[in-house]
Each structure stands twice: as C-alpha cells, then as structure tokens.
C-alpha cells in the first residue's frame, strides 16, 4: 500500500519502476532490453507483473521484487499486454492479438493453462480482476464505439455499464463494487478533448 509500479520515459525508453511513498526513492523494476510497460503487483505486493516488448512482439513477465529475478509468462509470438494478478494470486487475465484481434485470456501464474474468456465482437484490452473475484472489468471497442464493460471470470455474463466517444482503463475500488474509469469527450470541432475521471 506504500508503493506505485508506474511507467516512466525519463531515459527517453519506457520502463516500469516503483516509487516508495514513504521515502520518495524510485527503482528501475529489472534491467530488461527495449520498453517495460503495463505493470501490477501481486496481492502479497511482492511480485510484480509487465510486459516487455521486444521488436514486433511484448510478451509477460513476473519478477520477484527481493530476488530480482524474472520469469517469462507467456512465449506466444503476439502482443500480450495488460497483466491483472486474481485476488488469490494463482492465475492472471492479460489480453493478446494471439487469435488475430485483441481479445482476453486467462492463465496460471506459471503461464500455464492459457485459456481465452472474451468471445463478443469488436477487441477487449486493459482487464483487471475485481478484489473480491468475481468479476473482470476491461475496455471493449466495437464499431467504433468504446465501452467499459465486466464479465465473469469464465467469460459469461458480459455486461456494457459505460459508453462515450473514448471511455477506457477501468479501476476497481477497494469494495470490489466501484469503477473508476476515464472518459474523453469530443470536443466541438470534432477531435478528442479533455479526459476526466469517472465512477459506476
């Protein structure tokens, strides 16, 4: 609760690394070639997961944050991106154009036993599992609309709770019951405006 795992160009290369709260100091998170991008911790907050990307491929990676070591998750030649640990920590939702459009898959935290969930139309990408573990939220675009959206862990039941002309990353509240989420209005002559924040 007292580190952030963020992405930073201040090398002018992207690379994920921790900021601790308390002391102010920042860690480059493993000396990985090219960009590292998309990171979450690990319920127990002592691993973190990301994507490394390396020419036209990004692939996932979890480091132990006291060893420093990293693992290689996924092997696929794609773009997998977005990794969300579960609530238990045994498994993780990530999306990748692995099937030919962007669509979410399922896998246990080894990188074992990857399974898609997402089959609706258009391409589904940021999912993060919902504290309590019962639902995924993600973005969806479909004909050019964006939508924010949940389902069930298994792919069932998909719902679309939001909608605007770009609406996308959503954020679970603590209560696992609240999304946070940003919204960009059009503006008047037509291009992308200002992003604010909103909650369902």
């Not at 960009?35 to 692939?59: E, H, L, W």
């Not at 920590?89 to 962007?102: A, Q, T």
Request: hydrophobic content about 30%; aromatic content about 12%.
């Amino acid at each position: 609760s007292q580190r952030v795992a963020y992405l930073s160009y201040e090398t002018k290369v992207p690379r994920v690394y921790i900021l601790d709260l308390e002391t102010g100091k920042h860690m480059l998170v493993g000396n990985f070639p090219g960009i590292t991008f998309a990171p979450r911790f690990s319920p127990d907050g002592k691993s973190i997961v990301m994507s490394q990307m390396t020419k036209k491929n990004s692939y996932i990676y979890e480091m132990d944050l006291a060893t420093k070591q990293a693992k290689k998750l996924t092997n696929f030649p794609s773009l997998d991106t977005s990794p969300c640990y579960s609530p238990d920590g045994s498994k993780i939702i990530f999306n990748s154009d692995r099937g030919g459009s962007k669509q979410l898959y399922i896998m246990d935290r080894d990188g074992k036993n990857t399974k898609r969930i997402s089959f609706g139309g258009g391409v589904y990408s940021t999912p993060v599992w919902s504290p309590r573990g019962d639902l995924i939220a993600f973005t969806k675009v479909q004909g050019g609309q964006f939508y924010i959206g949940v389902m069930d862990p298994n792919g069932k039941n998909e719902r679309l709770l939001a909608t605007g002309f770009v609406v996308e990353g959503p954020s679970w509240a603590p209560n696992g019951r609240t999304l946070m989420f940003g919204r960009q209005e059009r503006s008047n002559n037509g291009k992308a405006g200002i992003t604010n924040i909103y909650s369902i």
